[in-house]
């Protein structure tokens, strides 16, 4: 049974400090902005295939199960960023007759 919910994101590009997440137990939400290189700003460049999207993103992730956010591990490695939260324990209340 795994008791993780593992995220795997591609940030490569996008520097620290250009994106936030928001976190709740059952999403999250990933907002930031991948800034064009200074060589995709001059006039006299044309480009015919441009495969690295810049600009502003934003995109929400719907978890399996509801998450723990405040127990978190996340690694970046190559432009990859990993997060790793655990799944919230369900909560039983026993009930007895009585």
């Known amino acids: 049974v795994n008791e993780n919910v593992v995220v795997t994101i591609e940030i490569a590009g996008v520097e620290i400090n250009d994106f936030s997440i928001y976190l709740k137990k059952i999403y999250m939400i990933i907002d930031g902005i991948r800034k064009s290189p200074n060589v995709l700003n001059k006039e006299d460049c044309v480009f015919h295939n441009l495969e690295i999207p810049y600009g502003r993103f934003n995109r929400k992730i719907d978890f399996p199960a509801p998450i723990e956010p405040r127990r978190y591990q996340y690694r970046i490695e ?21």
């Open 78 to 98: 190559n432009g990859i960023l990993t997060l790793r939260f655990p799944i919230l324990k369900e909560k039983i209340i026993p009930i007895e007759e009585g």
